[in-house]
């Protein structure tokens, strides 16, 4: 235990000194060691007694100028403040929140069996957000920008072996395929319309080359349950074709990018939910809901690209899912629903242990909140040091207004576009320019509008 003690600390000494400056990593087969939203090189990887170990990460600057104060950094699939209100005023944001730091560790082989680990956090801290005027129990508004905390994002134990791979912890869940098909964009994410999700879970899978370049995954998980007094697991799986001979290239976020072949998705994800009725005869009385979701992502490579050269390559990313009960796989969306509620005839002290935005009661009835989402995203590289990056999603529920509300309504459809300029200034630093347009439909049938401009500066390791 001493050697491997030791060497764990040669290794992070190492990493810190030796640093390199990187390239963009390859995304198509991706090792999960490097997650795709980071933009990496395989080099350095430090070995000492054949443990290879990785440092990486960014420091980034992000400004945000909004139309209206609806949103924090992060605009998501919030709703925007009803005319009248703040959606009358604007407001300027500057944040260093998403910088990020990783390290993960890699066993030598050992009869075809090896391990692997991973620790990624940020520094989005002091969640929830302030309000304004900031409560006692918050940080200042200037602790809250000028002095995030720590925040975790991965982290993650995973045994490879010739037959399975198995992996516990928290990483990007399989429905919208783990985090492989996220859009180019200098806005953080998750933006409106995209499966973005990290969470604890149990995976078993295994990706199968088929040659040529071609692969085949399929992955099973059981993730923490969106209620954990629910006892069972939500469950999930997904089936990833990658098919070789046309290579594109593709970039993730704001910061990771690299050569990718045609990709093919499909995903699901089925939960439970739980409440106690009206009336309970005992204490395990409980009405259930179920709540279900499908998910299908693709990258296609329109015009082509090389390893050394992606001049004039043009891609195309998409996304599109439907179920119910699933909001928490999108960034900050309870489509304006305040609450669970409490059924018909029930006491005035009723409670549920369930977050807002999945599932409610509708008089006597127990039910899931119903949405819908499409996202599409073109890419398209000036040079191999520039590109344009145009996003196009929706996000709906066609039955979010039944459920408990507030005076301004329930989100009935969520429509988003945006068009990015970034920039390769140097082999490990990026600034991207962005425009954003989102309108809302709400179920008191007003529209809202928001506009957003994105600055964003990164140095990457």
Known sequence: MKSIFAAAAILSLSAAAFAQSPSPSAESGTAMTTPSDVKTTPEPTFVVAKW??????????????????????????????????????????????NTRIGFSLETPDWSGTKGLGL?????FGFDPNPAYPAPATQPSEANFYTAPTFRIRHAWAKIESPYVDVLAGQTWSVLGGAGIFQPATVALQGINGEIYQRTTQLRIGKTIGMGGGSKFEIQVAALRPYQRDVVIPDLSAMVRVEIGGWQGYKSSGGTGGGISNIQIAVSGVTKQFR???????NDTDW???????????????????????HA?????????????GYNDSFTGLNAGITGVGAPTGAAATYSTTIDTGAVGWVGANFETVNYQSLLANLQFYLSNSMFLSGVYSEMLSNNSNVFPKGATGTLWDSKYGSMALMWDVTPATRVGLEGVWTRQHISNETTRVNRRANFSMWFYF
């Open 52 to 97: 290879k170990a990785k440092l990486y990460g960014f420091a980034e600057f992000d400004a945000m100028l909004d139309k209206t104060q609806s949103f924090s950094e992060i605009q998501g699939n919030g709703v925007i403040a009803a005319p009248g209100t703040a959606s009358d005023n604007g407001r300027l944001q500057e944040t260093i929140r």
């Open 119 to 123: 620790i990624e956090g940020d520094f």
């Open 275 to 281: 409440a106690a009725p009206a009336k309970p005869v």
């Open 287 to 309: 009405t259930t809901a179920t709540g279900n979701a499908i998910a299908v992502d693709v990258i296609l490579p329109i015009i082509p690209a090389t390893k050394d050269n």
């Open 312 to 324: 004039g390559a043009l891609t195309f990313v998409g996304e599109g899912s439907s179920g119910s």
